[in-house]
């Protein structure tokens, strides 16, 4: 049997994600974030086995992403389904991207290896997302992902 502390998010990563979004100077309690903790680990077991009942009706054992959208989305939380639709798809475009710019670069490595003997260094740029992140009072800020 599982113990009730495995099915937990571990503390510290939770501790850190409520730090992130409160002033320097804050400090938060054993109990909040335990209290915390509890909270968001029920709430992605919650989405987890809707997007989970839908894949087994479907016949499919692999809970995807979308699959994710649709129950947050059917629970109710829309604005967290729109949102992470659109996370969803931007990663998918960046993962494609990188994708392509792995093989372009393993096909030249390929090519300068055998005809001059030296290897290309490949290309680390990769594309910035931008995404708006809600601040503790509502409002928004931009922060990129690279």
Known sequence: ??????KLLPIANVGRIM???LPR???ISKEAKETMQECVSEF????????????????????????ICWALSSLGFDN??????????????????????N????????DEVTSYG????????APIFEFQILDKGGSSSSANLK
């Open 103 to 110: 093989k372009a670069s393993s096909s030249e490595d390929k």
């Open 44 to 67: 992605i077991s919650f989405v987890t086995s809707e997007a989970s009942d839908k894949c087994h009706k479907e016949n499919r054992k692999t809970v995807n992403g979308d699959d």
């Open 25 to 27: 100077n804050a400090k």
């Open 80 to 101: 967290f389904s729109e949102f992470m639709s659109r996370y969803l798809h931007k990663f998918r475009e960046y993962e494609r991207h990188k994708a392509e710019q």
């Open 1 to 6: 049997m599982v113990e009730e502390h495995d």
């Open 19 to 21: 730090k992130h979004i």
């Open 118 to 125: 030296v290897g290309l260094q490949p290309d680390t740029s």
